[in-house]
Structure formats: C-alpha cells, structure tokens
C-alpha cells in the first residue's frame, strides 16, 4: 500500500502546533555543582550565609578604635595604646572599627606610634560586602556560567536544582549498523542517536540511546511504549517517511494522535509529531542532514520552549556569492561557508541534500531560505547562522573551484598557523569568475596544457590582474578503452564525455580534430558524466568502448590508455589582496618548504 | 622579611614572555567520537571508505540500461526487457546505469512498460557522492561540533586523535575548607580549583585537582613536584602574592626559573610564572575575581598558543553608562550589565574588587581597559565582551538603583517569560539620572515620605515624562539608640550618619530642626557608614550612641527605637517605552497579580 502524507504543514505553524499540544514541563533534577555548568537553574538560589561572615581586615597592620585615633598628626604623632596585631583577611575584633597599615606605624618604647588618624571602618571588609546571607544569587532559568560555581561554592550552595528533560532516542532500520562496525554495500552505520545525543545534551537535556530496532512493526512498537514510559520526549530515528518500509506513522498513530506528518522543510521534510501517553513522540527523518535539521529546528525548539538553553551559533549577515535557487512553499536550510574577502562577507553555498553530510562538516554556518522566497540572487544580502564562533571568520579562508587532494595539505599548513581553509565546489569557470567578483581569497582552477587555454579560461576574464599562481597538481589524460585504439576504427565506438570546459572535454575534441572525425557523428559524444571516475566505470561496465580520463584511473580500472596531454591544477590568488593578514598566511603556506616539499612528493 | 614584587609586568609583555619559553606541545590523546565533541583535532582525519560505497538508487522502481529504454515516447511506448526490481537505497547491480521510478511504469504482459526514456545514472547515486574512501574529512586543529560526530561515524571513523593538555591545579591556604563545609569566620571555601577545572576543561584541557595544601613551603613544594612530574601546566591558587604568608614565589623560585611575578592588571596583579622542569607554573591570586581573570586572561592565553579552542563570548560595542576611573599603566578588567534600551546598547558597570563575586555573577560581560586608558566618560563607545550568548541582550532589562529584595521576586516573574533583570546598584539620585539619560530599563529608587521629596528627587529631574510607579517596598525608620533616647540630652550623644541623599540622613536632619538642635554641633554628624546594617552595628558595638536605620534592624540589634516616618522603595519605568517588547514584559510583570501578591506578602 503506497502511503502519502497528509499534507505538509509549513514549519511555523508545526512549531505552533507543537507547543500547543505541549506545554513546558516542570520537571527538574538536582545535581552538584560541579556537573551544573550549563544546565538550566530550577528556582531562585540564595546565598547560604554571608561573605564575608565578619569584618575582616584588607591589609596587614593594627586593629584601632578609630576615635583612638583623632588628632593624629606629623607634628602630634601619637601611640596605640588600645590595639591589635591583624593580617590581611582576619576577623577584626568586636571593639575595633578600623585597620592602620603597618607600613604607617613605627614602634617606640614597645608601642606602635602613628601621625595620621584612622577613620571609622578603614581598611575593613564589612560583613556581607559581597553577598548577605539570604540574598539571590542566581534567578531562576539562568543557565550556570563556568565561573558562576566558584560563585555558588563560596556562599555555600553545593547543590543545584537543574531543569531536566529526558529525551529516549530509537534508532529504526534493517540497514542500520552500530558505530565501530564496517557496512556492508547497502548498509548505513547508525550515526542519528549519535548526533542527537551531542546535539541535546547540550542543550542541557538527558540522553539515553535504545538500541537498533529492525524494520518490524511490533518491535518498533514494543521499543516506543518502553521509550515513552521512561522519557519526557521520545525520538524515532528514520522510518517516518512514506515509503513501504516507513513504519514510524502506522506504529504512532495505533498509539497515540498524530499532531503533524510532513513539513515544508528541506532538507527534513518527512517528519512526524505525535502525541502518546500524553508525551511528545518525534520521527525523524534517517538521512542524516535532514535529521540535523529536524534535531535543530524542531526538537531544539521543543526543548527551548521547555526552558532549556539554546546551542545555537551567532547570526551574520552577509552577502551570497551566487545564485540559488529555492522552492516556493518550502523552508530551506542550505549549508555555506563563510568568510572575509576586501572586507565583504561573503557565503558560498554547498551542495544541498539530505545525504550530502561532508556538506555540513565543510560548512561553517547555514542559511534559511523562508517558505515565502523563491531563491536568491548573487550579491543578496542573507543572515546566515554560524556553526562556527564568530571570531573565526576572520581566519578562514575561502578557495573556490576544483577540489584537489593538495589542497588538503594547504589546509593543514595554514591550520598550524591557526586559519582555516575552506574548500568551496565550482567548475574551473565558476572558479575564475569567483575571483573576478571578490568573493573568494583564492580558485583553485584546472586547464588543459594546451593551446590558448589558459588565455581564455583565466586572463580573459581577469585582465591586468597580478596572480600569484601555485600549481597543485598536474594530471596526464588520455583516452581509457576497453581494447587497445584504433584510429581507424573510432567512428565505431560507443563514447562516454564530459561536460563541456573540462580539461578531458578540450583534449578529446582537439584529438578529434586531428583525426579528421566529426563529433557530431561520434556514438556517446552527447553522454556526460560528471566524474572523470565514471567514465572509468562506464568503460569498465561495458556501457562505453572508449572516453577520456586520467592516467591513473585507466591503470587502476585496467583499461588501455591513449595519452593525450596533461591538466594542470592551479591555486590562483590576487596578489593585491596579500596585504590581509589571512591572504598573506595563504601566500605563505602556498610558497612554503613544507608545502612546496608535499607537492614534490606527489610527483614522486 | 617584607617581600615585594620585583616588578610589574604589562599584560601584553607578560603573554609574549609566557609564549616565549613555552612553545606548543605536541601532546595528543585518542578519545572515543561520543567524547570527541569540543576536542581539536590533532591530525587530519579521512574517510575510511566512500559513501555510498556503491551506485545506489534513489526511487523504488526499476534498474535498467539506459540505452534499451532510448526511443521510448508517448506515442511508442516500450517493454522494460532486461531490468530488475529495485528499492531506494538498494545498490544498482553493476549491469545497468539508470533507475526508472515505478510511478512512471505500468505492467503488461507480464512486464513494466515506459513511455519516456532514461537518462544515463538516472536516479542513481553514485559511490562516492558525500565522500570518497580516503578523502579528507576534517582538518587538523577544527574544533569537532556535535553534528560532525554523525559524519565521522558514517566515514567510520570511531576514535579521534585530539589535542591534550592536562593542567594540575593546587589550592593553597591554611585558611581553605573543601566545598560542601560550611566555614567559620575567616575560613574560606577552596573554589578556585573548581571554577579552574570548570573553565579549563570547557576549552579541552583535562583538569586534575589536587587536595587542599596549608600555607607550608615544605608540603607545598612536595605539592608541586608531584603535579609537575603529572602535568603540562600546574596552576598553584593562591599563595602567588607578596604577604608574610604567600610561599609560592619562593617554593618555585627554588625549584626552578620565575619568568615574571606580579602584572599590571586589575583585578589579578599577583600572578606569577615559572617555569619547573621545562613546564609552565602559574601562580593565580586565592581573590576569586581575580583568580578568573588570570584563567581567562592568562592559562586561557597559554592554551589557545598551544592549539586549544577559545571559550570566548563575544564582543559587542556598547556605550558606557557612566564614568569609569582607571589606572594609567593597568590594564582593568570590569564586570559590566548591557542591555539595549531605546535602541542604544549601554553598558552598566558593577562594583570591582577581587572579592566581589557577586560583581561577576551579576554582569553579563566585561569591559577591558587597556593600560594606556586612564579612565572612560559617560557615553563613550566601548568594546564589551560578553559573558551570555549575545541573543540574550535583547532580553535583558536593566533596573538600576537600589537593590531590593522585591526585585528578586520581579526577576523570577520575567524569568518565567523568558526575560533576565540585572540589577546594577547606584544611589536613588544615581538611578533617577540613569532614568533621564535612558540608560536603564527601570529605576529602583528610595524616597523619604516627607514634604516635597518625591518632588525634589524624581520630578525635578523627570520634568513632563510619564513614569508608571510600582511601589516594591516600604520601610519604617528611626533613632537606633543604645539607652532610651532623652530629647533633652541629645546634644551629649555620639551620632553615626548616612550619606547625604539617604532617606535616613534626611530624616535625621528634618527631627533635628524640629528639636531645635544644630546638626554641626552634633558629635559623630560628620561619621557616615555605607549601609544601614553599619549603623545598628555601630551602635550596638558602642561606636556610637545613636543613628538612624530601620526598625527592623534597630529590633534585630535589641536597640531602643523612636520611630521618625517611613521611606517607600519604588520601581520607575518609562511608560513611553512600553512599546519596547522587553519594556512591555517588566510593565506586566511589574504588575501581574504574582508579583502585587509577593509585595501584599511582604507586608504581612
């Protein structure tokens, strides 16, 4: 039986929905101080007794009765009779009320003499200066600062009576296999309790994760009503889509009322909210950025409207390097990298979908699309959430284009030096124009050794500017076939290609050329793929006889190899951007030993 | 033997020096994904292997080859001969290259039959997409974030190399009982290992905490030796100043090479650094504030050179409430309230002093001055850095004034709708100012209920605004006197005072005309105390024969009482901003039922 959701309800109004049917809870833990530390306080604290408990001396010298003390002067010097040996910190005693400095006292005939009079309560702590007994520490809902217990210890609280949220976390799926264990094709590590897990107890709620409960309606069923008995919100992780192994709504929905079944949220669109014993039960999509979503913008927002702490990154607007395109009706959360380039922020979008989680883990912040907006223009400006502090950007550094190996050793020699480089996908073009428009430090481009390419691919576009140009690579390509080639014979081939501007693009067209073959005629001319690794599989698969790509990818699919050229892969920089800090740092690290020695060692 | 610092060393000559003789550790440690988050990576991690590790489908539906679907249209619809049924997320068997969605199918002669042709890798994919096997993950030095666990996890990566410093921590003072023991006057309970640890830890350090040792050169240089030989950083609390009892500087002195001892910095000036068998020692004041800001200012430095993570709010430009005085050549760190009043973000300092905790409890953020800064005007823009997520200005309000219990009671009401009341101390002539200058939400004020006072101290300065007036607290006061108090004799009586403004003071001064006696004559008129609590202490402790304080005060120290009238204690706003979200919210909560129900309860 094919199922549908209902309908898909726009997410301000599921978040609505949600804290209607869900009204903060009052349940609250006691936990000591030291595992207090953001957690959430409970009710009012108040200070124990005072401190400090008495008067208390704020410098080494003689406890006085200030009226002693009157008419002190250097002409009048007088003794202390009536006095006390203090030090710093000791109680004063009852019948004195002021401190003389040693250092303004000399001893004659066995007393301490001075010249100048002490007023009343000189060089006193009083009693309760820094908190009486009795008197508020903390209000209540305030999140405990590491430095508040220090606080909290002196005026003797030792305990803490902390909100508590206990959030039962289920992970559903026959493909699913625990962390530690290597899938097998078709597997999926179970990684969702996990995230939520970090996620949440962040937020200062208390996590416990089930275990993996096969695609079986009973047992989901029998691993619910144990979750929802022990927990205050109960998580279903995957299964909550409509597809015939989705069992998540049919299993809710005999036990309880289903409050929403689908959002107008990408990624995160099938989630579910239902109510059973009266408690919040969530399903969550299994693809892993759409759990993200849904952890953060749906269960977070539970959590945050139940009195805990929001973990949420700062907000910074910015402008978008490039167009993107949005659906209408839909809520679109699309992770960007961030960064500084001539002083404009810019944030340049990463690929989106539920399954892309390297997406995210390159990103440094996410930007919200609302339901209302139908894409944005290059140039717009966005307020982006950052996944990162804030202090950060200034030490990122963004590369555009080509994602080449090396660049990894460039990231981690501009890591020791404490920036971050961030790798943004774009096709050579993309790169060049990415440059031209400032809103990256630096492209990261691959042209074919050959003819005018780098005329026309780079300097057209970016003429009078100086360049600093770093190679990172250089790639011989060649035609891979699945039986040694024939000149004479191609114009029976069945080929694979790829898009055009690409380097295996350019060298099979100019080869062409040579052979007198037109392209138009050529079988497969028109079939592109994306990677130059899958015209390796067609070739080997059988789907094409012949196409162009690396060398060593031939060598390793064991196909023959026709060299045609090389490719090289460059780092381009604006040389009139060297004056920022982070631009000089690239500089740096691109032109120094060790990285320079690293991409020796590639061409080894 | 009088010690004294050898000299002051400026804070950024000091963190230089410090930088100097301890380069960054290489130390790492491999903790398990759940315990990684917050850690920084000490290498770069890679994929264990690609995912998907194979070409999978995307729909349910059928694999094909999408070359036997080519010519397929409405009008020459085409059987699916050789095809296998597949699921989403099923790996596509190596003979076919595309998916046809079983939506777009229907059967026939006991085959699926197409009307549109497939694409090749339609609705596949491919291996490798997120990531493939060995691809780079996360760089060396990023700060693992609770959602990069999940794609770890899906990379295989189960255990995560990570930076480690371990820091000991000693406390020293034979002053210091262990949290959880109440103390007894001129004890102190040992906290600065607890806020240490907390602090530290939260920036990825791993925190030891050694037992209470008494101020004994011998025990604690046996202390030392042993954290030394167990750590990378020791932290001696306490001990690190210049008194007949502070040890530090001449155990480690002896043990091996003090690199600087005492900074110009407020609070915090008696640190000191040595360095003991090649390891850093950091002697930190036992004053708490200025224990904090030697961790922030001072370990915290160490621990970012050596590659942790910050934990650092952030900076906000704010405007100063009022005038700040500070010392030429120090830097001061000073805890501050910001709230955002009328638009404006101002920042209201609390009171400094290594002592008063409280001060830091109560601020939401700092305000350094640098060295070069001898003081800051009223209005002047500042750089604060803020102790809260900055989300929470918008819901702060500031009441400035005096500090009644009633507002306690006001903040637990706007805690409950999400609101935070910080309450900054200031005299009612003080609060009444702040009110005009709009730097505060609220103003708690004090107001004898005598002649044209209300007159003279709010509406001189108030003239035409429309204030909503919640009285918080009434209180009745009087002559505190240790004998019953003979009118006649009253010009023989020693006298302790308040401060010029205080309701007490004017009291005092209208009974005094009205007996005809002359307040210059009167011994003891010129003594002012700062509270009304010293007052009753003065009287009670025979400093004095009379004052005025409250009754309940004159009661509590069994004194004589002879009532003169009655202050009111008064919550001010401008009703003009009632407009203003967080305005509106004090308005109601001011004068929600709760709340008058808390005042009416006072009064009882």
């Known amino acids: 039986m094919p199922r549908r959701y209902l309908n898909l309800t726009p997410l301000p109004d599921a978040l609505a929905a949600m804290r209607r049917a869900f009204p903060p809870l009052d349940h609250t833990e006691t936990v000591p101080l030291r595992l207090a530390v953001g957690r959430v306080t409970a009710e009012p604290l108040y200070a124990e007794y005072s401190v400090p408990q008495a008067d208390i001396a704020t410098f080494d010298g003689y406890a006085v009765k200030s009226a002693d003390t009157l008419g002190a002067q250097d002409q009048r010097p007088l003794p202390l009779g009536d006095c006390a040996r203090i030090n710093t910190g000791e109680i004063l005693p009852p019948s004195f009320d002021a401190v003389v400095m040693v250092e303004d006292t000399w001893d004659e005939d066995g007393m301490p003499w001075i010249r100048k009079s002490a007023a009343p309560w000189q060089h006193v702590r009083h009693a309760g200066e820094d908190i009486r007994a009795g008197e508020l520490v903390l209000p209540k809902g305030h999140q405990v600062r590491p430095f508040d217990t220090g606080a909290l210890a002196t005026y003797g609280i030792t305990r ?87 069992y998540s709504s049919d299993v809710v929905g005999a036990l309880g009322e289903i409050i929403f079944h689908g959002i107008a949220v990408r990624p995160g669109k099938p989630v579910l909210l239902a109510r059973v014993e009266g408690k919040p039960v969530l399903g969550m999509p299994g693809y892993p950025v759409a759990a993200q979503t849904v952890l953060r913008e749906v269960a977070g927002d539970l959590l945050r409207w139940w009195g805990l702490s929001p973990v949420r990154g700062e907000e910074l607007d910015v402008r978008l390097s490039r167009k993107l395109a949005s659906d209408l009706g839909f809520d679109e959360f699309i992770p960007v990298s961030v960064g500084r380039v001539d002083g404009t922020c810019w944030a ?81 073009m993309g790169a060049v124009l990415a440059l031209r428009a400032k809103t990256c430090h630096a492209a990261s481009v691959c042209i074919p050794e050959i003819g005018a390419a780098w005329n026309d691919l780079v300097l057209r576009y970016l003429p009078g500017v ?92 064991e196909l023959w190899f026709t060299p045609l050229g090389y490719e090289t892969c460059d780092l381009l920089i604006r040389e009139e951007l060297a004056g920022d800090e982070a631009v000089a740092r690239l500089i740096q690290a691109a032109r120094s030993p060790e990285f320079q020695e690293h991409l020796q060692s590639l061409k080894r």
Chains 1, 2 share one sequence.
């Open 160 to 246: 803490v009576k902390v909100r508590s949220v206990r959030v039962g976390i289920i992970p559903t799926g026959s493909d699913l296999v625990p962390l530690g264990v290597v899938p097998a094709p078709g597997q999926t590590v179970e990684t969702n309790t996990l995230m939520a897990e970090a996620y949440l107890t962040r937020m200062g709620a208390t996590c416990r994760r089930y275990g993996i409960v096969p695609d079986d309606p009973d047992l989901i069923q029998r691993a619910l009503e144990e979750a929802v008995a022990e927990n205050d919100l109960v998580i279903l992780s995957a299964g909550s889509s409509a597809g015939s192994r989705d």
């Open 348 to 428: 340049t979008p990463h690929p989106r979908g539920g399954g892309i989680q390297m997406a995210v883990v390159r990103a440094n912040g996410y930007l919200h699309v609302p339901a209302g907006r139908e894409g944005i223009g290059a140039g717009e400006e966005v307020r982006v959430r950052l996944t990162v502090p804030p202090e950060r950007i200034a030490r990122t550094l963004i590369c555009t284009g080509v994602r080449y190996p090396a660049l990894n050793e460039l990231g981690n020699c501009l890591s020791d030096a404490g920036y971050l480089l961030h790798c943004c996908n774009a096709s050579t």
């Open 466 to 557: 100086d360049l600093l140009r770093v190679q990172v690579a250089r790639t011989e390509l060649g035609i891979a076939s699945s039986d040694a080639l024939d000149a004479s014979a191609v114009a029976s081939l069945r080929f694979v290609n790829r898009p055009k501007g690409s380097a295996a693009r350019v060298f099979l067209d100019a080869w062409l050329e040579e052979q007198g073959i037109d392209a138009d005629r050529l079988a497969g001319y028109e079939h592109e793929v994306r990677t130059p690794g899958a015209v390796a599989a067609a070739v080997s698969n059988g789907f094409a006889d012949a196409g162009v790509c690396p060398a060593a990818m031939a060598r390793e699919a």
